[in-house]
């Protein structure tokens, strides 16, 4: 009886799913159901069970972000029953502007900021010089080498010398309008070298090719191209050495320089409106965010810190991951869509390509040259290419990149701090591996595991690199006290 | 200008995307690239904005969950920091078996889980005693209904009586089991009640078709189904009325009795030691949890419920509500997975529709009839079946299943606790307003909204129960000391 049975499955079943015996045929089945009893039961697997095939689990993404909001309402409770209501909006007044720090009708940053027409006026004039052959070309690029490098040493000089004067906020916010304009320059003055030798260059080159084409022509070729350009309304190199041009240039949500930017047809008021709000609402959520989240939470990870103890340490690094991921992704949304839109919006600015979708990122090289779209093509355009162009390999223009990058990420903590450490140096150079090992990830676990690894980096790391300066800057100032 | 670009622009795009001028037509667009200072930019909106149709977030997903994760490893690492490891096998020896509770060689759960074969016994013997005319049907009817209420009442009575000498899970055990014995029985002794009056009622009812379809053939229509069922191997009523048969269906992984259970050909023995295994490794992780993270929590609301603090008693709810999930998620699944899977098929039990898809569930009524399959078998088959045959409408069916579901639940753990409280009752009374809401959630907002609502239900409902039982306990027991 059980080997007939038997037979009958394997015959009626595939080998994978011999799993289980359906002894009761069709005309059994019929049997079976015209019985007294009212059957219910007949042969089926559980749905955990492989061979059940099922695989509709779509109510556990809701389960996940349900069990998500659930803890994030406990840990707002727990935070506030803790710490009591820390946002205190008069405490940021004094950060932000280091108005009662003993120094109470200085303004270094205001002062410093102001300052930094100076380097602009002077590249311009720099440009408009060699345009007018009053300084050769050799002499102008090393004027303007000169400058841009001015540009980058002076916030690092006085916040070194006058430190004390500073709020922190106000030496970041110095620090980070330098190192904008730093870039901008660059672009400008590189973009006009292009102009000025591109001409010659493409000019003699298509006079080449242009020749063996159709000789009658080639001659007319700058001048038909200049005609095409002023048809279209844009303006040549040099007509857009203005001191409006290049200030257009500076607010403008971009770091590359070109002569003709896209614009908007219209300033639309419901758009300004809308990121005026946004910006107004999201900054204040993340100063009490801030206080009333990161502060007690970083505060009370010194000790862990010095203790060494890595359960403890674990602990901390992720009680720190939240508030700083969710602090971070605000304060993402707010610069790079609500405040470069803005900008875009205000100043007709048509290219609104301030990041791309870093959120499905498989791999770590896509974050980055996605999530901070003005600083790739940047990157990209002044750095990249220039070099490739130069006959060096690929790899080596990458690791250039992130050379600099990595010099600009430790630029803006330590000169701030005034505290030369190599945690965000260090940080920033561990990407080009860990981005091979998410490469990897990718490839082998797919592409799912690829984004979990490059969203696990952002939510971890950066929280670690928080630590780690905060330890190092808190021995420094208040145990020497 | 302004008003010809404007123009233009509303000639190109359609009404709502008007909010982008394209001043810049496919010519200029050409003119533009040919230029020397390599322009990069060109119009487009952010991916934030709506005009931009961007819908691709798959990687929030992702990130939900790696935000699920940090958050549980910390709440993990911070709970062993508190509390220590609180792991103890010993401890729940002695809770299990109340061992230590001073009546050290008296285990009266043992005692009562053995005496449950004599109500067993008795059911067969009456079934045993109608089937041969030895007891008349109505006799044997109110014989079956005495006994069935016996099974029922008798863990109440002993509990009230002896309760002291009883460990807690010992008695919950107890009653569970004697709870499933009363559902087995019921349906047991209703099923062979329909094998002897469905004969003739069916027989009576096909007597008259029949005879209207083939008049020579109608007389030999039971022998003839008889034969039929003889031929497929099937037993017919009264030969099922054995002990081994009974057993069976009282080990059997369901609550509906029937004759013929479809059976497996063999068992497979990778399969249960799969089941064992997690048997083992879940049961352990529940208890772990339990000591670990429940307890703790749960004995920390107490007096946080008695200040009535609403904001306090929300963060405790939802800081019991974790641990209290996840500890309801094993349990269902070694419950409803491993362990009656391993039943089947140990006991070659072909049907393993122990649960269907509850996580999709959008609203509460679907997750009342897809989480545990034999309950709402049972339920259907003997008691809203029954009643709307007997002429009731579906509402008051499903209302009496309700009442009876509300009843059992309360049994369950009132019973063991000695406690006469309406909380689990009151929970189950709410479910079918909820499950109008859900209802009307479902339709109104969409599918996802009504499986969100289930979830919360289910992640908030029984902590707040738990809750409600563990203050009242700890006021009855604690403070009188």
Redesign the interface.
């Known amino acids: 009886m059980?080997t007939e049975?038997?037979d009958k499955?394997l015959r009626y079943r595939r080998a994978q799913s011999v799993?289980?015996?359906e002894?009761?045929t069709e005309?059994?089945k019929k049997?079976?159901s015209?019985?007294?009893?009212?059957?219910?039961?007949?042969?089926?697997?559980?749905?955990?069970?492989w061979s059940s095939e099922?695989a509709?689990?779509?109510?556990?993404?809701?389960?996940?972000?349900?069990?998500?909001t659930?803890?994030g309402?406990?840990l707002c409770?727990?935070n506030?029953?803790k710490y009591g209501f820390r946002v205190n909006p008069i405490e940021w007044i004094i950060v932000l502007t280091g108005y009662n720090e003993g120094h109470s009708h200085q303004y270094p940053s205001v002062v410093l900021l102001i300052f930094s027409i100076v380097p602009t006026v002077v590249a311009l004039m720099i440009e408009k010089g060699i345009a007018v052959n009053l300084i050769n070309e050799k002499l102008g690029v090393f004027l303007q080498i000169t400058n841009i490098l001015f540009i980058i040493t002076l916030p690092a000089v006085v916040l070194q010398i006058k430190g004390n004067h500073f709020s922190f906020i106000g030496a970041t916010t110095v620090c980070m309008i330098y190192l904008i304009l730093f870039l901008k320059i660059w672009s400008y003055s590189q973009?006009n070298y292009?102009?000025r030798n591109?001409?010659k260059n493409?000019f003699s080159k298509n006079k080449l090719r242009r020749q063996s084409l159709s000789a009658p022509n080639w001659k007319t070729y700058e001048e038909e191209?200049n005609e095409?350009?002023a048809?279209?309304g844009?303006i040549k190199?040099p007509n857009n050495l203005t001191l409006k041009d290049l200030f257009y240039f500076l607010l403008a949500p971009?770091l590359?320089?070109?002569?003709?930017?896209?614009?908007?047809?219209?300033i639309?008021k419901r758009?300004v409106v809308k990121r005026l709000v946004e910006l107004a609402f999201g900054v204040n959520l993340v100063l009490a965010l801030f206080q009333q989240w990161m502060i007690p939470s970083v505060t009370n990870s010194v000790d862990t810190f010095s203790t060494m103890d890595p359960?403890?340490i674990?602990?901390r690094l992720?009680?720190l991951?939240?508030p700083n991921?969710l602090i971070w992704l605000c304060l993402f949304?707010l610069s790079?869509?609500s405040f470069?839109?803005l900008m875009g919006e205000l100043l007709q600015f048509?290219?609104?390509?301030?990041?791309?979708?870093w959120?499905?990122?498989n791999n770590i090289s896509v974050f980055w040259s996605t999530w901070n779209t003005p600083v790739h093509?940047w990157a990209v355009?002044h750095v990249y290419v220039p070099i490739t162009e130069r006959g060096y390999t690929k790899g080596f223009a990458s690791i250039i990149v992130f050379l600099i990058s990595a010099f600009f990420h430790e630029y803006l903590v330590s000169v701030p701090l005034q505290m030369f450490r190599i945690w965000a140096f260090l940080g920033m150079m561990a990407q080009p591996p860990l981005s091979v090992i998410s490469r990897i990830a990718e490839r082998r676990l797919g592409p799912?595991w690829g984004?979990?690894m490059v969203?696990?980096s952002l939510?971890?790391g950066q929280p670690l690199a928080i630590m780690m300066y905060y330890h190092d800057y808190a021995l420094l100032h208040f145990t020497s006290e």
Not at 36 to 44: A, G, N, S, W
């Open positions: 059980m049975t038997e499955t799993t289980r015996a002894e009761i005309k059994e049997v079976r015209s019985q007294l009893d009212k059957p219910i039961h007949k042969p089926r697997d559980s749905l955990f069970s099922f509709n689990f779509t109510g556990l993404v809701n389960w996940g972000f349900l069990m998500l659930v803890g309402v406990r409770l727990e506030f029953l973009t292009w102009c591109g001409t493409r191209k095409e350009a048809a279209a844009l190199y971009t590359c320089y070109e002569l003709n930017f896209p614009r908007t047809a219209r639309r758009f359960i403890r674990t602990e992720l009680k991951a939240v991921h949304y790079f869509h470069l839109n048509a290219d609104r390509n301030f990041y791309n979708d959120w499905n990122a093509l355009r799912r984004n979990i969203w696990s939510i971890l």
